[in-house]
């Protein structure tokens, strides 16, 4: 599955334009907000078997990094690359998010381990 890096861009950019709309101003301004438009075409994707996928980062081989919580809630890291979906998390940890994702494959992100949370899920 080949996923467009210009999709994935527009989708931000539309996340981004919506919020601004919805973010209350104390201004008395007749100007509507920013319209897109155009044609664009969106490709949703989930991590297999989980119960919610994010995306946070994408570079411009169209590598796309993220999170996905599993069937008990736990956050993990996943890369998805050329359709394949690949899951990380450092040893110890208990909640991981992948960030951003540099042109080398370099991911960047954080982790909480068990001694940073306590023994209460994070």
């Given at each position: 599955?080949?996923?467009?890096?210009s999709?994935?861009?527009?989708?931000?950019?539309?996340?981004v334009?919506?919020?601004l709309?919805?973010?209350?101003?104390?201004?008395?301004?007749?100007?509507?907000?920013?319209?897109?438009?155009?044609?664009?075409?969106?490709?949703?994707?989930?991590?297999?078997?989980?119960?919610?996928?994010?995306?946070?980062?994408?570079?411009?081989?169209?590598?796309?990094?993220?999170?996905?919580?599993?069937?008990?809630?736990?956050?993990?890291?996943?890369?998805l690359?050329?359709?394949?979906?690949?899951?990380?998390?450092p040893?110890?940890?208990?909640?991981?998010?992948?960030?951003?994702i540099n042109?080398?494959?370099?991911?960047?992100?954080?982790?909480?381990?068990?001694a940073?949370?306590?023994?209460?899920?994070?």
């Amino acid at each position: 599955m080949k996923y467009k890096i210009s999709a994935v861009l527009a989708l931000v950019v539309l996340s981004v334009a919506i919020a601004l709309a919805q973010t209350p101003t104390n201004t008395t301004s007749a100007t509507s907000p920013a319209v897109i438009s155009g044609s664009f075409s969106f490709t949703a994707f989930n991590f297999p078997g989980a119960t919610g996928t994010r995306a946070t980062g994408l570079n411009d081989h169209g590598d796309i990094v993220g999170d996905y919580r599993d069937s008990s809630g736990v956050p993990h890291g996943y890369q998805l690359t050329h359709g394949t979906f690949t899951s990380f998390d450092p040893p110890g940890s208990v909640l991981t998010r992948g960030i951003a994702i540099n042109n080398l494959g370099v991911i960047g992100g954080h982790f909480l381990d068990r001694a940073t949370c306590g023994t209460a899920t994070c």
